[in-house]
């Protein structure tokens, strides 16, 4: 009986998602992008030419093949001298009023804020992502 309601919940939810995606109430990645994603080594890196985007939130390019929360889920983690920052996912208003390590990865950008929400071209300290 479990197993025939998950079936049910999820054959539901895969209908919804594509009523969604036919609607263009939410955008659906290219299979391409997906696939590609799924197959290549997992991408690290450190975060340069940072710029400020409003309040306590900076911005810093990422390379665009990395599947974003725009496209869908990403895996992306920040790090602050390696360790690491969040909530990830974070809501770019709660990234710009609060701060405090919440970041968003954003199509070919990482919107984020520092731990103690300093300006991160000169706390100091190294900014990486890895996937």
Known sequence: ????????????LLAVAIWLV???EIAA????????????KPYCGELSDLQREQDKCWL???PDRLLSDR????????YEDGRPLG??????S?????????????????????????DPRTNGRRYSVSE
């Open 22 to 24: 036919a609607k263009k």
């Open 1 to 12: 009986m479990q197993t025939v309601r998950i079936f049910l919940v999820s054959a539901y």
């Open 94 to 118: 709660d990234i710009r009023s609060l701060g405090l390590g919440r970041f968003s990865h954003w199509g070919p950008a990482v919107y984020f804020s520092t731990s103690d929400n300093s």
């Open 87 to 92: 909530p990830a996912h974070s809501a770019h």
């Open 29 to 40: 990645p290219g299979l391409r992008k997906i696939v590609k994603a799924a197959l290549r």
């Open 60 to 62: 810093a390019r990422v």
């Open 71 to 78: 496209e869908a889920a990403s895996r992306l983690r920040l």
